[in-house]
């Protein structure tokens, strides 16, 4: 997908929020710095711009900036908006997890988004400038995927579950059995058997 000019050129305004230009010194030839290739770790130091949602009266870009910390091993993922024009950048959240996929409701009112903030992934509510958080779900599953209904009155998102447990306790009893179970082996019979850092463990995702 190909981007308005002016939607990209308001997501590069994180380079500016995030690293604010200072007065830089005259550079003598003799003076200039050695150049050198960048490494891995100036790549891990950069902000990571995605998901770039407008508002549905098209004034407004939501996106997510995740930055990464080589150290601790560990991902930080919040939300921001900037207006339509690149102007007038602003954090809307700021937990130590990870706050992602932002949404728009129809009314432009409301955002829905995932967030770890209180402990697993589940989805979350605030006001359009970043106000009022709060939770919506509390699955032992966790949530992932949220959408909004057309009329704005439902949310949709998917959970991975166990194919055969009619409720949340079923899964949620099944996942602590396990927990406790002595023996962590597994008998592996399909692919795939791990998704990016979690076990498929006879889950399957579901609406």
């Known amino acids: 997908m190909i981007y308005p000019r002016t939607l990209i050129s308001a997501l590069l305004v994180v380079v500016a929020l995030e ?22 770790e100036d790549l891990y130091a950069l902000g990571r711009v995605s998901d770039p ?19 601790k091993n560990k991902a930080n993922s919040d ?15 700021d937990s130590p997890g990870r706050d ?17 903030r209180g402990g697993g992934q589940q989805v979350w ?3 359009h400038d970043g106000s009022s958080p ?3 779900t509390s699955l032992s599953t966790g949530a992932a995927g949220v959408e909004w209904s057309p009329t704005g009155k439902h949310v949709l998102f998917t959970s991975s579950v ?4 009619p409720s949340d306790e079923c899964n949620r009893l099944r996942d602590e059995e396990r927990e ?16 990016w850092n979690s076990w498929r463990d006879g889950k399957d995702s579901h609406l």
Not at 82 to 93: A, Q, S, Y
């Open 134 to 136: 709060r939770q919506l």
């Open 180 to 195: 406790r179970s002595l023996c962590k082996a597994r008998i592996i019979d399909a692919l795939p058997y791990r998704v």
């Open 162 to 165: 166990y194919p055969d447990c």
């Open 79 to 93: 939300i921001y908006a900037v207006d339509i024009d690149g102007k007038n950048p602003r954090r809307l959240t």
């Open 19 to 40: 690293c604010p230009a200072k007065a830089q010194p005259t550079i003598t030839h003799a003076e200039e710095p050695s150049r050198r290739p960048m490494t891995f």
């Open 53 to 71: 949602q407008v508002s549905p009266d098209g004034t407004v870009i939501l996106y997510v900036v995740t930055w990464y910390d080589l150290e």
């Open 125 to 127: 509510l605030m006001n």
């Open 100 to 116: 992602e996929r932002p949404r728009w409701s129809p009314d432009g009112k409301t955002i829905a988004f995932i967030s770890d």
